[in-house]
């Protein structure tokens, strides 16, 4: 049987997807790794370990079939910042999105007209997540670091070099670094001198069509398999679930919950909207995606249950069990509200101080009533950033879901209510690696076009107008009690 494998490189875990030629998805593996907080603020994750869940999940995959595959496309997280020696060698462990250690770096350049240059130009929100923001920390606060590093590079050039031992990166990741200039597809000049940068110092800029054969010897002793294999160097995992859950066309979304959270629409052109600092990373030199992300989904979910239930979250069967109970409960948890920012938040408030909050507790509340709060607070999340790219111009007419969370028909529910749009499961494994897939067999000439792919739709859900005018009420005291709130979240910060 013929197959090709797309592959992402995630936050908690690599996952890789065989698919045929059709586009139907055959065996899935995937391989995880921790996240460190050496210190308060902090996420960092060790390169070498990615590497040997890279492996590991490839390793896996290609043992199910007796053909080697005809390709193999990637895709990875965005805004990591690894510095590494000539070798490639890291130089110390992998910043991850979640690290907030640069945020006063950000705040800074938020308030000057650089900071907005970068955004406009780059199409790169200005906050701690970003790469151009975490080197200018290194710079300002480890010196002797930044001088020693040969290229500050993201986990999926770390992969890359791995690979082949050449420093390459998609125009894809390189739009997510706030030093790309998005139009001219080249290093971004301001935003390199900002940082003390130059532009050797990075990787060479490659589209995400790019391609690679004759592995590296000792990712050929890795890997296991023929040294003339086709790798696709890909792009970033928002762009290639877009891609993966058929969400390219005008008026259709794609919403995605894993650790963090997103939803973005394709567009021939960025939007701009420096308020609420919509991204727009580039899916192929013509495409952008646009949107913005959160960083409380999954992650919120699991911190309630394990720290509050007591209860593991490993399985589906565990999620299920929790949100099972959340059926019984009305829309809007009979008013309690839950703000998610449990890691500071990114869209559309872009607040590295926000914090986490339950708001109007009573004594007839249960514990199924936080359940379904906590699950409305993240989806209350992610509606916010709809609001903002709709006020901008975008249109979303449709939204394709994909994610950890989709095992969950209450949760699925809950978000046609809430957006009031009709909710499309479209191929439940992972979107990202599916899209990487995609990619892959599109650029090698194994389909001519995306249309030739037939996307399984596993379920649709339909909103509830009722329950849409429910959450529009709720949704406008979410709105106020983070507003009213700022200012004392900073407070709290300050005292921690």
Request: charged residues 20%; hydrophobic residues 40%; proline residues 4%.
């Amino acid at each position: 049987m013929d197959y090709f494998i797309g592959i992402d490189v995630g936050t908690g875990s690599t996952k890789a997807v065989a698919i045929d030629l059709f586009g139907e998805p055959l065996h899935a593996t995937q391989a995880s790794y921790p996240t460190l907080s050496p210190e308060p603020t902090y996420s960092e994750q060790d390169p070498e370990l990615i590497w040997q869940a890279f492996v590991k999940s490839l390793q896996e995959l290609i043992s199910q079939f007796n053909e080697k595959p005809k390709g193999i496309a990637l895709s990875s997280a965005m805004h990591s910042v690894i510095p590494v020696g000539k070798n490639g060698a890291p130089l110390m462990n992998m910043i991850t999105w979640a690290d907030n250690r640069s945020a006063p770096v950000a705040k800074a350049l938020l308030t000057t007209e650089l900071g907005k240059k970068i955004y406009c130009e780059t199409g790169t929100p200005i906050h701690a997540m970003t790469p151009v923001c975490k080197i200018k920390w290194l710079a300002d606060n480890q010196p002797d670091l930044f001088e020693r590093t040969y290229k500050f590079i993201s986990i999926k050039e770390f992969i890359w070099f791995k690979l082949f031992e050449t420093f390459e990166v998609d125009y894809s990741i390189a739009s997510a670094t706030g030093l790309f200039d998005i139009q001219k597809l080249t290093w971004h000049n301001d935003a390199l001198e900002y940082c003390s940068l130059t532009s050797n110092k990075l990787s060479l800029p490659v589209e995400a069509t790019h391609s690679r054969s004759k592995l590296s010897t000792g990712a050929s002793h890795d890997l296991n398999i023929l040294d003339q294999t086709t790798f696709i160097i890909g792009g970033s995992d928002g762009c290639m679930a877009n891609l993966g859950s058929f969400a390219v066309a005008p008026g259709i979304a794609a919403l995605t919950i894993g650790t963090s959270g997103a939803i973005r629409v394709a567009n021939a052109k960025p939007t701009i909207n420096f308020q609420a600092m919509t991204f727009n990373y580039l899916l192929t030199k013509d495409l952008f995606i646009s949107g913005g992300p959160i960083n409380n989904g999954g992650v919120v979910l699991k911190w309630y249950t394990e720290t509050f239930l007591e209860k593991p979250l490993k399985t589906a069967a565990d999620y299920d069990a929790v949100l099972l109970e959340i059926e019984k409960i009305r829309p809007g948890a009979e008013g309690l509200i839950f703000i998610p920012y449990l890691l500071g938040e990114r869209a559309p408030v872009w607040d590295s101080d926000a914090c986490g909050v339950f708001f109007g507790i009573r004594n007839f509340h249960t514990q199924a009533h936080f359940t379904r709060a906590v699950v409305e607070g993240v989806s209350m999340a992610l509606y916010s950033i709809a609001a903002a790219m709709e006020f901008s111009g975008l249109s979303i007419e449709q939204i394709h879901v994909s994610g950890g969370f989709v095992h969950s028909e209450e949760w699925l529910q809950i978000l046609a209510d809430i957006f009031n749009r009709k909710i499309c499961l479209i191929n439940a494994e992972d979107a990202s690696a599916v899209g990487a897939a995609y990619l892959g067999c599109k650029s090698l000439g194994l389909i001519s076009d995306y249309n030739d792919l037939k996307p399984k739709q596993d379920a649709t859900y339909q909103p509830n107008e009722k329950n849409h005018t429910v959450y529009k009420q709720v949704f406008a005291i979410y709105e106020n009690l983070y507003k009213k709130l700022r200012s004392e979240m900073s407070d709290v910060a300050a005292l921690r």
